[in-house]
C-alpha cells in the first residue's frame, strides 16, 4: 500500500516537473534573441505571440484531456487511466527532443498540445488516493501530500531544466535536449511502478460511457452541484491568481532583469521549496485550528498583495525573497479547496469533481496564458496586476458565497 501511494505521488511529481521543466527552456529559446530557435529579427511582440499560444496550447490539451480521461478513468478504473497518461507523457518528451533538434515551433507546439492532453494523470491520481482514504483526516493529510508532491515536482523540473542545459556546470554533456532524456527516463520508470504496485480500489469495471461533448457536459454537470458551484467560482479566480505569476514569471523576470535560464530554473526552485514547507507544515495545523474559509480568504488577500509588491519591486535579486508570500499562500489554500471539493460530492463521483478541479484550472491557465502574453507585450507588469485583481475577486467569492448551513457542514467535516 505504501508502495501503491509513493507511485502515485511520483505520478503527480512527474506531471508538475514537466512544467517546471520545460518553461524556463520556452523562455529562453522563444524570448532571447540570441537565441538561434526562432529567426534573429523575430520581433518582442511576435516572440511574446509565440509564448502565449505555445502555452496555451499546452492548456488547450491539458483542459480537454482532464475532461475526457478523468471521467474515462471512472470506469476502466484508475491504474488505466494513469497508464494512457503516462504514455503520452513519454510520446510528448520524445517530440520535443525532435522539435528542438530541429528547431520546429510545429513539432513543438504539437509536443505540447500531446503531453497537455496526458496531463490528466493529476485528478486521477488525486481521485484514487481518495479512494484509499477512510476519513476526512485521511483526506487532509493525503491533500497535503499531494501539495508536496506538487513542491518536489516544482523543484525537480527546473533543477533538471537549469542544470543539464547549463555548459557552465556540466560543460559539454549540456544541451537543451539533456532534460527531457531525463524526464523520458522517470516517466518510464514510474510507468513500471504502477504496473507493480498500484491496484484499483473498490473498482467494478462498467461499460464506457464517454461521448464527444463530455468535455461540456462535465462542465454543466457542475450547476447541479451549487456546493461545488459555489468552491469553483473562488478556485477559479485564485488559480488565474496563481497561474499568471507561475506562467509569465520567467518570462518577467528575463525581459525586466535579463534572467538567463539558469536564474529562472533556480526562481522555480524557490517556487516548489516554499510549497513544500506550506504543503507539510503549515496545511494541517491551520486546518485544525481555524475554518478553511477563514484560511482561504486570508490566503487569497496575502497572494493579491504579494503580488502587487513583486511588480512594484525594482531589484532583481529581490524578486527571489518576494515570491515567497504569494506561493506560500496558494500552498495554504490549494489543498483546503480541493478538500471542500472533494467534500461537497459522494465517493461515486470523486473522479468527476477532480476532473473538474483541473478544467477549471486549465480554462483559466490557457486564458491567461493568451491574455497575459499580449499584455506583456503592452507592459509587463499588466499580467501581474490581472493576477491580483483575480485574488482579491476570489477573496470577495468567499465572503459572497461561502455562507450557509450546507457550506458550514462541508467546511468542518
Known amino acids: 500500500m505504501k508502495l501503491a501511494k509513493f507511485s502515485l505521488l511520483l505520478v503527480i511529481l512527474l506531471d508538475v516537473m514537466g512544467q517546471g521543466l520545460v518553461i524556463p527552456i520556452l523562455t529562453t529559446i522563444l524570448m532571447d534573441a540570441d537565441q538561434t530557435f526562432l529567426a534573429k529579427d523575430t520581433s518582442k511582440g511576435t516572440r511574446q505571440f509565440y509564448f502565449g499560444i505555445t502555452m496555451a496550447l499546452f492548456y488547450l490539451g491539458w483542459f480537454l484531456g482532464a475532461a475526457y480521461i478523468s471521467k474515462l478513468s471512472d470506469y476502466i478504473g484508475r491504474k488505466q487511466g494513469i497508464l494512457i497518461c503516462l504514455g503520452g507523457t513519454l510520446s510528448g518528451y520524445i517530440l520535443t527532443i525532435f522539435a528542438l533538434s530541429f528547431d520546429s515551433l510545429i513539432l513543438l507546439v504539437l509536443a505540447r498540445m500531446i503531453t497537455g492532453f496526458t496531463a490528466g494523470n493529476q485528478p486521477i491520481a488525486q481521485a484514487a488516493l481518495v479512494d484509499s482514504c477512510k476519513s476526512d483526516d485521511d483526506k487532509n493529510r493525503a491533500m497535503g501530500l499531494v501539495v508536496v508532491a506538487i513542491s518536489i515536482g516544482l523543484v525537480m523540473g527546473p533543477l533538471l531544466g537549469g542544470l543539464l542545459s547549463s555548459e557552465s556546470i556540466i560543460g559539454n554533456l549540456a544541451s537543451i535536449q539533456l532534460p527531457f532524456y531525463v524526464g523520458g527516463s522517470l516517466v518510464l520508470l514510474c510507468i513500471v511502478l504502477i504496473l507493480l504496485s498500484f491496484h484499483n480500489v473498490n473498482f467494478k469495471r462498467r461499460k464506457i460511457k464517454v461521448g464527444i461533448l463530455d ?132 465517493d461515486q463521483e470523486q473522479g468527476w469533481v477532480m476532473g473538474i478541479s483541473i478544467a477549471l484550472f486549465t480554462i483559466g491557465s490557457g486564458l491567461i496564458s493568451l491574455l497575459g502574453g499580449q499584455l506583456m507585450a503592452i507592459n509587463i507588469n499588466l499580467a501581474f496586476a490581472l493576477g491580483a485583481v483575480s485574488a482579491f475577486l476570489a477573496a470577495a467569492f468567499v465572503m459572497i458565497f461561502w455562507r450557509g448551513k450546507a457550506f458550514d457542514k462541508i467546511d468542518t467535516i
Open 215 to 346: 468535455v461540456f457536459t462535465n462542465l454543466w454537470a457542475i450547476f447541479k452541484h451549487p456546493l461545488t458551484l459555489r468552491i469553483a467560482a473562488v478556485y477559479f479566480f485564485s488559480q488565474i491568481a496563481l497561474n499568471v505569476f507561475f506562467i509569465f514569471v520567467d518570462d518577467y523576470l528575463q525581459s525586466r532583469f535579463n534572467f538567463s535560464t539558469l536564474q529562472n530554473s533556480i526562481i522555480l526552485i524557490v517556487f516548489g521549496l516554499a510549497i513544500a514547507f506550506s504543503g507539510s507544515v503549515l496545511v494541517a495545523p491551520l486546518a485544525r485550528k481555524f475554518r478553511k474559509k477563514r484560511i482561504v480568504y486570508a490566503t487569497l488577500f496575502i497572494m493579491g498583495i504579494g503580488l502587487i509588491l513583486f511588480i512594484l519591486n525594482p531589484i532583481a535579486q529581490l524578486s527571489y525573497l518576494l515570491m515567497i508570500p504569494i506561493v506560500v499562500a496558494w500552498a495554504v489554500n490549494y489543498p483546503l479547496i480541493l478538500t471542500l471539493f472533494s467534500n461537497s460530492v459522494n
